[in-house]
Antibody
Framework: QVQLQESGPGLVKPSETLSLTCTVSGDSISSDYWSWIRQPPGKGLEWIGYVYYSGSPNYNPSLRSRVTISVDTSKNQFSLKLTSVTAADTAVYYC???????????WGQGTLVTVSS | IQLTQSPSSLSASVGDRVTITCRASQGISSFLAWYQQKPGKAPKLLIYAASTLQSGVPSRFSGSGSGTDFTLTISSLQPEDFATYYCQQFDTYPLTFGGGTKVEIK
């Protein structure tokens, strides 16, 4: 059974960098595509980007200038960094496995990140 | 590609037949998925390729459509089906989701 678990600070100050890690179990990080999705409180879902263990990541153009997604194969983890955050980046952040076709079949439980001073 | 779901919310009773619509701003063939999200939980994949039921999903859920117009149907609403439903297109990057349809108890 594939399981994903997000970890990282729940509070980030404005203008700083949001950093989250997703630990994958039950699957090799080198076997699939891995993605981050976020959901502001009470709102809908926004795809942030995906990474494969080899090749270039693919980011949502709306966030591309501020986002980096990377893979650590030795730890079976992948990570999200979002720079220059504002209150608009407050959201529940989910990591998910992205099937090659473009759908998300396994999700982490999500972690709320609040941007506030 | 923008996805517009309707209605944004609906009230229904257990046993009712429920239909949710998702319209794409341009043709996406059958590259559409549906997810169910309960409060405080991650979305769960229900249907992909417009009409293929994900393993383990009850057969009362069905999907149809192609091109720009899609529907998710719950044939007989059960208590555990009260949730928010999202469509997602995977025809073109960036991947996008609809705004969601909240199914509430009447």
């Amino acid at each position: 059974q594939v399981q994903l678990q997000e970890s990282g600070p729940g509070l980030v100050k404005p203008s700083e960098t949001l950093s989250l890690t997703c630990t994958v179990s039950g699957d090799s990080i080198s076997s699939d595509y891995w993605s981050w999705i976020r959901q502001p409180p009470g709102k809908g879902l926004e795809w942030i980007g995906y990474v494969y263990y080899s090749g270039s990541p693919n980011y949502n153009p709306s966030l591309r200038s501020r986002v980096t997604i990377s893979v650590d194969t030795s730890k079976n983890q992948f990570s999200l960094k979002l720079t220059s955050v504002t209150a608009a980046d407050t959201a529940v952040y989910y990591c998910a496995r992205l099937m090659g076709s473009g759908i998300f079949d396994y999700w982490g439980q999500g972690t709320l990140v609040t941007v506030s001073s | 590609i923008q996805l517009t779901q309707s209605p944004s919310s609906l009230s229904a009773s257990v046993g009712d037949r429920v239909t949710i619509t998702c319209r794409a701003s341009q043709g996406i063939s059958s590259f559409l998925a549906w997810y169910q999200q309960k409060p405080g939980k991650a979305p769960k994949l229900l249907i992909y390729a417009a009409s293929t039921l994900q393993s383990g999903v009850p057969s009362r859920f069905s999907g149809s459509g192609s091109g720009t117009d899609f529907t998710l149907t719950i044939s007989s609403l059960q208590p555990e089906d009260f949730a928010t439903y999202y469509c997602q297109q995977f025809d073109t990057y960036p991947l996008t989701f609809g705004g969601g349809t909240k199914v509430e108890i009447k």
